[in-house]
C-alpha cells in the first residue's frame, strides 16, 4: 500500500500513475483538487479496473488515512508535497 500527496498532477500524479496501474499495488491518493482526483482515479480504472484507490479528499483527514493502513500488512509512503 502506499499514500501519495498531490496525486492530482505533477510528479504525484506520474507516481500513482506508475503505482497503480504499473505495479498494481493498493493507493490511497490525496489532493487538494477533488475534481481532478476523482478524474485520476476514473483514468485510472479504466486503464486497471482492478486497481484499489481510495480518494482522501480532505489532506488533513487523519481518521481516512489510518482506516487506509490499518487493512495492509505492510505501507510505502510516498510524499511529493
Known sequence: M???TGASSGIGRAI???LAVDLGMKLA???????RLAALRDEILTRRPDAEIEPILRPADEAAILSM?????SASAVSTC
Do not use: E, K, M, P
Open 2 to 4: 502506499a499514500l501519495v
Open 16 to 18: 500513482t500513475q506508475r
Open 69 to 73: 493502513l490499518q487493512g495492509s500488512a
Open 29 to 35: 491518493i490525496c489532493a487538494r483538487r477533488v475534481d
